[in-house]
Structure formats: structure tokens, C-alpha cells
């Protein structure tokens, strides 16, 4: 036999076993002791809180808040307990992939902006273009480069690029436009070090382009 125990209103005697009127209730008043006869237990009324699967359930909730947004856990949550680096790095692409409207449509107005105040200038008198309306299209033309992206893995992320660009499936524009610098400026900032470290008697070709034939090459040119 199983009796159930629910507390009730001070002095309250409560029916346990469900009888009917004919049967011999048994009851419990508030601060009583009782003794259970053979074959009964006590079953204590414990409902649970939700507090030791807070973490599990907000964890949930801002993975389906990111899906609906087109993103990842990771990047709504700033949680990166969980990731590898195979899951980190396939996030960012399909996240890059989500930001490319956005990206788009903030490339074009930056271009809008930048295309009126070079005319303006022009019609104002503060720079001179000879030709502008003829050579419209070249005094406009212009690019944007992104800020770099953060590597995730140095070592592996720089050794793919430097594999993508020998075997031809990135140009050296796309390496450098990957970490926010203009491939020229980046091909004359190696030039000024290489001409300064020579000047000082230093040979910075290895440094730049390994210890390769490229640098040999760089090597002899210098000399």
C-alpha cells in the first residue's frame, strides 16, 4: 500500500489513501510523528527547478536566435568553448556568406559618396583634372579594401595562402586584400626594406621570401 503525504492548513488532518467513506483513513497533522505499517512509503512532493539546466537552455535559444539570422552560435554567443578549428573556420565563411548583402549594398554607397565628392571637388575648383569629363570613368575608378580578418590558426591559415598563391589558385592581390593591404603598397613597402636593409649591410631577401631560389634570386639582384 502507498500513501501519499500533502501538507495542508495548520491542524488540518489529510486523507492519504484514497479510500472510501467505510475505510479507516490515515491522516497526519503538522509537526506529527507517524508510523508507517508494513509495505507503506512515503512519497515527498519535489517539484524541480530549472536552475541546474539554465546554461543547456540558453545555450539552445541563442543557436536557433542565430540560425533564424542566417549566423552561427558562435558569433551571436561569443562562446568558442565548443568549437574546433574545422567548426570555427566553417562558421566564418558561412557568416562571411550572410554579411555579403550587407557588404554590397555598403560598398555601393560608400562608392556613391565617394564618386560626388570627387566631382564636386572638381566643379569647385579645388583640384585640377584635366580632361575629367573625357577621363570620367579613370579619375573615378577606385577599390575598397576590407579590414583584415583575424587568423583563427596562424600557421595553417598562412600556409594555405602561401600554397593558394604558388599553385595559382590566388594572385597575390587576393592575399593581400585578405589582410586589409593594397598589393601595391605592399609590393613597395618590401622594396623600401629591402633597399634600407641593404644599405645597412643586412639581407633581408630571406626573411621576405624564404631561403628558396626566389630569395636567391632577390639575393643576387641586390647586389
Not at 55 to 74: D, V
Not at 191 to 200: C, D, F, I, T
Amino acid at each position: 500500500m502507498r500513501i501519499r503525504f500533502f501538507l495542508g492548513n495548520v491542524g488540518e488532518q489529510i486523507r492519504l489513501d484514497g479510500g472510501d467513506s467505510g475505510s479507516q483513513p490515515h491522516g497526519i497533522f503538522q509537526g506529527q510523528i507517524q508510523s508507517l505499517g508494513a509495505g507503506d512509503e512515503i512519497q515527498v512532493v519535489d517539484p524541480k527547478g530549472s536552475g541546474s539546466d539554465a546554461a543547456g537552455f540558453l545555450k539552445t535559444q541563442q543557436g536557433l536566435i542565430a540560425a533564424g539570422q542566417g549566423l552561427s552560435y558562435e558569433a551571436v554567443s561569443r562562446d568558442m568553448s565548443g568549437a574546433t578549428y574545422s567548426s570555427a573556420r566553417q562558421n566564418a565563411i558561412e557568416d562571411e556568406n550572410t554579411y555579403t548583402e550587407d557588404v554590397e549594398l555598403l560598398t555601393d554607397f560608400m562608392s556613391e559618396v565617394y564618386e560626388t565628392f570627387v566631382i564636386s571637388c572638381y566643379l569647385s575648383g579645388l583640384v585640377d583634372m584635366p580632361g575629367f569629363w573625357d577621363k570620367k570613368a579613370e579619375y573615378l575608378s577606385h577599390t575598397w579594401t576590407k579590414a583584415p580578418k583575424k587568423w583563427i590558426d596562424p600557421a595553417k591559415e598562412s600556409t594555405a595562402g602561401k600554397t593558394a598563391l604558388q599553385s595559382g589558385q590566388k594572385t597575390f592581390q587576393d592575399v593581400c586584400a585578405e589582410q586589409g593591404k593594397d598589393w601595391k603598397e605592399a609590393v613597395n613597402e618590401m622594396a623600401e626594406v629591402l633597399e634600407y636593409g641593404r644599405s645597412v649591410g643586412v639581407e633581408l631577401g630571406g626573411v621576405i621570401f624564404g631561403n628558396g631560389t626566389t630569395a636567391a634570386q632577390q639575393n643576387t639582384a641586390g647586389k
